[in-house]
């Protein structure tokens, strides 16, 4: 049996299926920024994601701030004259914290993109390697002086409830507040450059943990046998080889803090500048190879 062809005219069709270009504002660069910084601010406390990935930030925050609360309850309690603990100490007595903190959300942060090639997706929109680093570097430094400035939110608002000089507490939550502004930039440099060497998570973490934990321990220990010796004019320079102790040496020099150093040395002028420069140095360093790193990746 034959099968009836259609007409020669009708074999090809043009079928209108109601595409049309995009004629809105173009939002540009800016706006792209804006949002990558909002998305990775939002992913750095688990928001938007699933609820297994809020529980770690969640509870670190609240590891910070209870001690502080704690200190508070105390202070109001006792009827004290003064905290505890200067608004400048607490971030160095929890160090720990910060360090498990940037070590879980660095790698969060950037070995996603690197793990599953979408790096290249961001800049086949109007957006740039530069625009890329400096949102996820905001980003996170952003979550951190968070988890750190909060902790000094409930001291300042316990002083305050506690009937403590207004002026000296004004004075040492600002001045806590930019010690950990500091280290918020320095950590979440530190924390990027090392999670962006490599797209597994679990490495990211390790190495974190590692270099902060590592540098630390190595650094006090070194303080700890210099004081021993009596050679204690080393041991604010020992201090530059860590990045907690760097912040701790900033702060003891030029923020009226107690020293955290064996023997509560602080760094002299020069010292101080010193720790200054290098934390300058370790900032704009991170910087420069987070572009480096991406203007490879994103191609």
Known sequence: MAVEQPPAGEQTRIHNIGYRSYDGPRLGRAYARRSLYSQSLRGAWGLGRSAKSKVLPMLLLVVMCVPAAIMVAVTVATKAKDLPVDYTRYAIIMQAVISLYIASQAPQAVSRDLRFKTVPLYFSRPIETADYVRAKYAALSSALFILTAAPLLVLYIGALLAKLDFADQTKGFAEGLVSVALLSLLFAGIGLVIAAVTPRRGFGIAAVIAVLVISYGAVSTLQAIADAQGTTGAIPWIGLFSP???IDG????????????????????????VHVLVVV????????????RYRKVGL
Request: proline letters at 5%; glycine letters at 18%; zero cysteines.
């Open 244 to 246: 907690i102790t760097l």
């Open 250 to 273: 900033v702060q003891s020099a030029f923020l009226g803090a107690t020293s955290a150093a064996p023997g509560g040395i602080a760094p002299g002028t020069a010292a101080g500048i």
């Open 281 to 292: 140095g370790l900032v704009a360093a991170a910087y420069g190879l987070l572009l480096r």
